[in-house]
């Protein structure tokens, strides 16, 4: 079994793609298996993964229903011991990142720092984990490696959701599980700005989902203002 999967995601990523690919196969642990979901590209990105095929253990390019129908593709195909999604237009901070990491394993959830291109910024991620640190906060899926029996365990990512699947799987874990968490002391990621979940366009979906997930998880928020205020926003609209 290899140390790590490492899953890609993407759909008419153009030129974005061949820096997330660099940054993979330049790695210098070699232990991990590269699985990439590809969701029917007709812009050039299948040709530009047709450069990289022999380092691509699955390559799986049909139309999908969203980025977390896509990551579950990937998640079936998985078989390493972490499982970590560097989806198109990220990169690893470096060329040992999986090197570095490897000295970090047994918790079920080991999450590092992220570099925020868009103003060169390191994000930190916590030492612990509050009980309710995700009430007010986000984890970065970039630079999070889960182990994956944790998807065996307590399921794949909920569909349902179009933003915020990411930030109800972290939610999940480890508000309604016992699971053990470590804060990795590295750069993991490179972050680029973009996606639908920063888009402004999308503010509205975000707000929504983000109200569902704390309404479910964390029983404080239901009594908050800012839950009402939302409920008040979703009955309006």
Same mark, same amino acid.
């Given at each position: 079994m290899k140390k790590f999967s490492i899953i890609t995601v993407c759909l008419n990523e153009g030129e974005a #793609?061949?820096?997330?690919?660099e940054s993979i196969v330049t790695q210098t642990n070699r232990d991990f298996e590269w699985i990439v979901i590809d969701?029917?590209?007709t812009d050039g990105t299948p040709e530009i993964l047709r450069e990289y095929e022999d380092s691509i253990d699955c390559l799986i390019s049909e139309p999908d229903t969203g980025i977390y129908n896509a990551m579950n593709k990937g998640l079936r195909c998985a078989q390493g011991e972490y499982v970590i999604f560097m989806n198109a237009g990220d990169c690893f901070a470096g060329l040992d990142v999986l090197a570095r990491v490897s000295a970090f394993f047994g918790s079920d959830m080991l999450v590092g720092n992220l570099f925020l291109n868009e103003n060169g910024q390191v994000y930190k991620s916590p030492d612990h984990i509050s009980k309710n640190y995700l009430l007010q906060n986000m984890l970065p899926h970039q630079s999070a490696f889960f182990k994956r029996s944790l998807f065996d365990k307590f399921g794949h990512f909920d569909t349902s959701y179009h933003i915020a699947g990411d930030y109800e799987m972290f939610a999940r874990l480890l508000q309604s599980n016992e699971i053990s968490y470590r804060h990795i002391p590295e750069t #993991?990621?490179?972050?680029?700005?973009g996606g639908i979940s920063a888009n402004v366009k999308h503010r509205s979906l975000r707000k929504q989902e983000n109200h569902r997930i704390r309404w479910r998880y964390f029983p404080a928020y239901r009594h908050s203002f800012k839950a009402l205020r939302q409920q008040l926003r979703n009955i309006f609209k």
């Open positions: #793609i061949r820096d997330t690919c969701g029917g590209s #993991i990621a490179v972050f680029e700005a």
